[in-house]
């Protein structure tokens, strides 16, 4: 009776998060996305190519950098109070940066762009 009751619920869970797969008497169960991530993508818009990007409006609370510092991808440049929260904005890329756009208490914008940085040289040129 017990099997029964697993293999029922094991259907229900089916139907409600995607197939159930056995193997070797265990359970594997393969999630789906929810539909809004799919909408996404793999490439993220507040960070793309040679600009960092506040992500929504709020205030600039701390500059991490200054024009001419080398940076790695991931680096942290500043810090964004929004709704009462800090937002860290991180670099894109590897690379130097060329301007930044905010200093701390300013207000910015959604979308705005908030640290530049130099054009990436492709090798072919050096």
């Known amino acids: 009776m017990g099997l029964v009751v697993v293999r029922v619920l094991l259907g229900f869970l089916e139907t409600l998060i995607g197939p159930t797969v056995f193997q070797d008497g265990s359970y594997l169960f393969r999630l789906t996305p929810p539909r809004y ?38 680096d942290p440049l500043m810090v964004l109070i929004a709704m009462k929260m800090e937002h860290i904005i991180r670099a894109p890329r590897a690379g130097i940066v060329a301007k930044v756009l905010f200093s701390s208490k300013d207000n910015v914008g959604k979308n705005s762009t908030v640290v530049t940085f130099q054009p990436e040289l492709d090798s072919e040129m050096q």
């Not at 996404?40 to 507040?46: A, I, Q, T, V």
């Not at 600039?60 to 001419?68: C, E, F, R």
């Open 37 to 74: 991530l799919k909408r996404l993508g793999s490439k993220d818009l507040h960070q793309a190519g040679d600009t960092a990007v506040a992500p929504m409006p709020g205030v600039v609370d701390k500059v991490w950098v200054a024009p001419g510092d080398s940076v790695q991808a991931g």
